[in-house]
């Protein structure tokens, strides 16, 4: 509080008023006179006082009533004031002045050191008021600010997330087309040549894919978005899985790869093991990326086991470039590779290993990392998971693998794009599936009402009318044949609000493009049997 507190001083006679200007001269205040209560009230309503010093024995309005008129004003409800009087002692005075609101009496003729304490203790109650009355605004401005700041992060996360399912809707969408044109020109028995630019192919589409699911990752895991499941699953197949997606690039550059499995570890384990495949596919692919010659070894081994929780530690070691020591500490930071030149020899987002370190440290893990350059690299994490009872866990990859006919199957394909039209009708066509096609939602919702189908294919994002909408105008038309109609929903996001809002909309599922045909067919085939 820079300004100096304010005292009003009333008297209708100037020399009171000059005596008790002197015995506080020492005190750093201003004061304010006033002659007539009529001149008091007035001053009271403009200024801000600390503090009123009021005669009670004037002409035409005394003390007491000046003060009734000043306590009518809401903002002057609490200003202390005293009385100066030469009448205290009579007792009607002294219940008359506190009626009218007053909070202290000083008697004539006045002593100074009595005047100067009772005028310090309020001024310094004023004081603190108003030390609070500025913390209190400072605070309510810090939280107006807060709040802004906080509403503005939300937008422009909104905007981000908004922006990023536009991107994946518009990216994925016409790499479901690439990819799964790709796994029709391979059923149809290419030649030798043939395959071999659809390999080439395959393997562009799946590393630009693979960009754009490391875009996503981490704007879920930036947002908190990100979610853990805990299912049963074995180890050693898993590791073996992992292997066997980098099988084509170990032989093409001549690599080894070996796998050791601690026998401590249980056969099946409870965790994400979806998570933990992308863990390992990040550092195993950076090990075959960055390797030359030699090998790669994974290695799962029990650091540690408290009751039914085992610790697993898992060691990723290649003969690869290495990393310089001072480049170390910065490699799992977001966009960050070891060198520029690194970028434009082996590419990539830069993202890889900092999704790896925050899904390891999400799931209550550490990594670290060992290096010498021209010698290679072993990446180090530890996870824990639940121990399982069971020996292993039922595979049902070679009954999904076979598909069967679906026959007597009648599906309606919402989807505007008509790449994915035909994709979507090739699969259908080889199933057996008798299909309707339709553009858009209005349509959809058209057919839908004129025919009877077993389930509906939806796409979410289409001109007209979007696949949301169409599922909510089905599900309200009044037949029960709509409410039970299978909705399933074909969407290029991944963000857990689109998922949410899936299941919200009355849809009965969702997949996620690009889909491969064993989740196509698996997600449609059980609905045959509900005819």
Same mark, same amino acid.
């Given at each position: 509080?820079?300004?100096?507190?304010?005292?009003?001083?009333?008297?209708?006679?100037?020399?009171?008023?000059?005596?008790?200007?002197?015995?506080?001269?020492?005190?750093? &205040?201003?004061?304010?006179?006033?002659?007539? =209560?009529?001149?008091?009230?007035?001053?009271?309503?403009?200024?801000?006082?600390?503090?009123?010093?009021?005669?009670?024995?004037?002409?035409?309005?005394?003390?007491?009533?000046?003060?009734?008129? *000043?306590?009518?004003?809401?903002?002057?409800?609490? $200003?202390?004031?005293?009385?100066?009087?030469?009448?205290?002692?009579?007792?009607?005075?002294?219940?008359?002045?506190?009626?009218?609101?007053?909070?202290?009496?000083?008697?004539?003729?006045?002593?100074?050191? &009595?005047?100067?304490?009772?005028?310090?203790?309020?001024?310094?109650?004023?004081?603190? +008021?108003?030390?609070?009355?500025?913390?209190?605004?400072?605070?309510?401005?810090?939280?107006?600010?807060?709040?802004?700041?906080?509403?503005?992060?939300?937008?422009?996360?909104?905007? %981000?997330? %908004?922006?990023?399912?536009?991107?994946?809707?518009?990216?994925?969408?016409?790499?479901?087309?690439?990819?799964?044109?790709?796994?029709?020109?391979?059923?149809?028995?290419?030649?030798?040549?043939?395959?071999?630019?659809?390999?080439?192919?395959?393997?562009?589409?799946?590393?630009?894919?693979?960009?754009?699911?490391? *875009?996503?990752?981490?704007?879920?895991?930036?947002? @908190?978005?990100?979610?853990?499941?805990?299912?049963?699953?074995?180890?050693?197949?898993?590791?073996?899985?992992? +292997?066997?997606?980098?099988?084509?690039?170990?032989?093409?550059?001549?690599?080894?790869?070996?796998?050791?499995?601690?026998?401590?570890?249980?056969?099946?384990?409870?965790?994400?093991?979806?998570?933990?495949?992308? &863990?390992?596919?990040?550092?195993?692919?950076?090990?075959?990326?960055?390797?030359?010659?030699? @090998?790669?070894?994974?290695?799962?081994?029990?650091? %540690?086991?408290?009751?039914?929780?085992?610790?697993?530690?898992?060691?990723?070691?290649?003969?690869? &470039?290495?990393?310089?020591?001072?480049?170390?500490?910065?490699?799992?930071?977001?966009?960050?590779?070891?060198?520029?030149?690194?970028?434009?020899?082996?590419?990539?987002?830069?993202?890889?290993?900092?999704?790896?370190?925050?899904?390891?440290?999400?799931? @209550? =893990?550490?990594?670290?990392?060992?290096? %010498?350059?021209?010698?290679?690299?072993?990446?180090?994490?530890?996870?824990?998971?639940?121990?399982?009872?069971?020996?292993?866990?039922?595979?049902?990859?070679?009954?999904?693998?076979?598909?069967?006919?679906?026959?007597?199957?009648?599906?309606?394909?919402?989807?505007?794009?008509?790449?994915?039209?035909?994709?979507?009708?090739?699969? $259908?066509?080889?199933?057996?599936?008798?299909?309707?096609?339709?553009?858009?939602?209005?349509?959809?919702?058209?057919?839908?009402?004129?025919?009877?189908?077993?389930?509906?294919?939806?796409?979410?994002?289409?001109?007209?009318?979007?696949?949301?909408?169409?599922?909510?105008?089905?599900?309200?038309?009044?037949?029960?044949?709509?409410?039970?109609?299978?909705?399933?929903?074909?969407?290029?996001?991944?963000?857990?609000?689109?998922?949410?809002?899936?299941?919200?909309?009355?849809?009965?599922?969702?997949?996620?493009?690009?889909?491969?045909?064993?989740?196509?067919?698996?997600?449609?085939?059980?609905?045959?049997?509900?005819?």
């Amino acid at each position: 509080m820079n300004e100096k507190p304010k005292i009003l001083l009333v008297d209708d006679r100037e020399k009171n008023i000059l005596v008790l200007e002197e015995m506080l001269g020492d005190l750093n &205040i201003e004061y304010v006179r006033a002659y007539s =209560g009529t001149e008091a009230i007035a001053k009271a309503a403009d200024i801000d006082f600390a503090l009123v010093l009021m005669d009670v024995n004037m002409p035409e309005m005394d003390g007491f009533e000046a003060v009734e008129h *000043i306590r009518k004003d809401p903002r002057n409800t609490l $200003l202390p004031i005293i009385y100066i009087t030469a009448f205290y002692h009579e007792d009607y005075y002294r219940v008359k002045g506190i009626k009218s609101g007053a909070v202290d009496f000083i008697t004539k003729p006045i002593i100074p050191d &009595i005047l100067v304490g009772k005028v310090t203790v309020f001024i310094n109650l004023y004081k603190q +008021r108003k030390a609070l009355e500025e913390e209190i605004l400072w605070r309510e401005q810090i939280e107006k600010d807060l709040k802004k700041a906080k509403d503005l992060a939300e937008d422009a996360m909104r905007a %981000k997330q %908004k922006f990023l399912s536009t991107m994946s809707h518009e990216i994925r969408t016409p790499l479901n087309a690439i990819i799964n044109t790709v796994n029709l020109l391979h059923d149809e028995d290419p030649r030798e040549e043939q395959k071999e630019s659809l390999d080439i192919l395959r393997f562009s589409t799946d590393n630009l894919l693979k960009i754009v699911n490391d *875009i996503l990752d981490y704007s879920k895991i930036d947002a @908190g978005k990100i979610e853990f499941e805990k299912v049963e699953f074995e180890m050693r197949k898993l590791l073996e899985g992992v +292997r066997k997606s980098f099988s084509y690039d170990i032989n093409r550059k001549a690599l080894t790869m070996e796998i050791h499995v601690d026998d401590q570890i249980p056969a099946v384990i409870f965790g994400d093991s979806i998570r933990l495949t992308q &863990i390992l596919i990040n550092l195993v692919g950076n090990a075959v990326k960055f390797t030359a010659e030699g @090998g790669i070894i994974l290695s799962a081994s029990q650091e %540690k086991k408290l009751e039914d929780i085992i610790t697993v530690r898992f060691d990723i070691t290649d003969t690869g &470039i290495g990393i310089p020591d001072d480049k170390v500490d910065m490699i799992f930071d977001s966009f960050t590779q070891a060198t520029s030149s690194t970028t434009r020899k082996y590419g990539g987002t830069g993202l890889g290993l900092a999704i790896t370190q925050k899904l390891v440290e999400l799931q @209550g =893990g550490t990594i670290s990392v060992q290096s %010498k350059v021209c010698e290679g690299s072993t990446f180090s994490f530890s996870l824990p998971f639940q121990v399982s009872i069971k020996t292993q866990v039922k595979d049902d990859t070679l009954e999904k693998a076979t598909f069967h006919s679906l026959k007597g199957m009648k599906i309606l394909v919402v989807e505007d794009n008509l790449v994915n039209q035909k994709i979507v009708s090739k699969y $259908l066509s080889k199933w057996e599936v008798e299909q309707d096609l339709a553009e858009n939602g209005k349509v959809a919702l058209q057919k839908v009402m004129q025919n009877r189908y077993d389930l509906v294919l939806m796409d979410l994002h289409m001109p007209e009318m979007s696949g949301y909408e169409a599922t909510l105008k089905i599900r309200s038309l009044p037949e029960q044949y709509f409410q039970n109609l299978p909705i399933i929903a074909l969407t290029a996001s991944v963000f857990l609000e689109d998922r949410e809002k899936i299941q919200k909309f009355g849809m009965n599922g969702f997949i996620t493009k690009p889909f491969n045909p064993s989740e196509l067919f698996w997600s449609i085939s059980p609905y045959q049997q509900k005819r």
